[in-house]
């Protein structure tokens, strides 16, 4: 919790000073998911103690800066897995097995890519 203002602050200025970084709109994406994942009770009586004030974060947004990533970098696939992931929570099936399926077909960068396709896979 005590990160939780720095990693929004940090992502915000990064695509303030480059908007054209992919990866500086996942990080604020995935930072709006988490926070909106966050129960109200526990965001209630422990974010708002600790960050002192109401955190704003919306499983909207998330979606928004998600596909800001996807934009600006089609092949990446994280980008698809993790809205795709967005998609399954927010009860959306159709969506995230569209972006499964493009998460399969993108190339591998590293081993994490192979990780999520292999969650696709299954």
Request: proline share 2%; with cysteine.
């Amino acid at each position: 919790v005590d990160l939780c203002n720095f990693v929004r602050h940090e992502s915000l200025t990064a695509t303030q000073l480059d908007s054209k970084d992919d990866l500086a709109w996942h990080a604020l994406a995935r930072w709006n998911y988490e926070i909106s994942n966050i129960t109200p009770v526990v965001r209630h009586l422990v974010v708002r103690h600790w960050y002192g004030g109401e955190i704003s974060a919306s499983f909207e947004d998330c979606i928004k800066h998600y596909r800001t990533a996807q934009a600006l970098a089609p092949w990446r696939l994280t980008h698809h897995f993790e809205l795709g992931k967005v998609y399954l929570k927010l009860g959306e099936p159709e969506k995230a097995i569209e972006l499964m399926e493009k998460t399969l077909k993108c190339e591998t960068q590293d081993i994490n890519d192979r990780l999520s396709q292999l969650h696709c896979a299954q």
